[in-house]
């Protein structure tokens, strides 16, 4: 899953209309608490790379997981929501 994740964002970033559905699907693997840590991180990388807009709403929901703590996943997730100022409505 990974590995899909990873090349999902490669082949969005080489297209120039850019795919909303694959970008929607790795926003969802990013906050589905079910999904594999490194498949999650995979999508962050990839939409963060993407420079996609709905980045912080995936965020914002990736940050409520509790299952994420003091993983590596949830200090990306932290780093990307100071650098892009994300506001949180909890």
Same mark, same amino acid.
Do not use: Y
């Given at each position: 899953?990974?590995? &899909?994740?990873?090349?999902?964002?490669?082949?969005?970033?080489?297209?120039?209309?850019?795919?909303?559905?694959?970008?929607?699907?790795?926003?969802?693997?990013?906050? %589905?608490?079910?999904?594999?840590?490194?498949?999650?991180?995979?999508?962050?990388?990839a939409? #963060?790379?993407?420079? %996609?807009p709905?980045?912080? &709403?995936?965020?914002?929901?990736? #940050?409520?997981?509790?299952?994420?703590?003091?993983?590596?996943?949830? *200090?990306?997730?932290? *780093?990307?929501?100071?650098d892009? *100022? #994300?506001?949180?409505?909890?």
């Amino acid at each position: 899953m990974s590995a &899909s994740a990873r090349a999902a964002g490669k082949l969005l970033a080489l297209s120039e209309r850019g795919d909303q559905p694959a970008r929607s699907q790795l926003a969802a693997l990013l906050g %589905d608490e079910d999904g594999a840590l490194e498949a999650r991180t995979e999508a962050l990388r990839a939409l #963060v790379a993407l420079s %996609d807009p709905g980045l912080d &709403s995936a965020l914002s929901t990736a #940050v409520r997981d509790g299952h994420l703590e003091e993983t590596g996943l949830i *200090k990306e997730i932290e *780093k990307e929501i100071r650098d892009r *100022k #994300v506001r949180l409505n909890l």
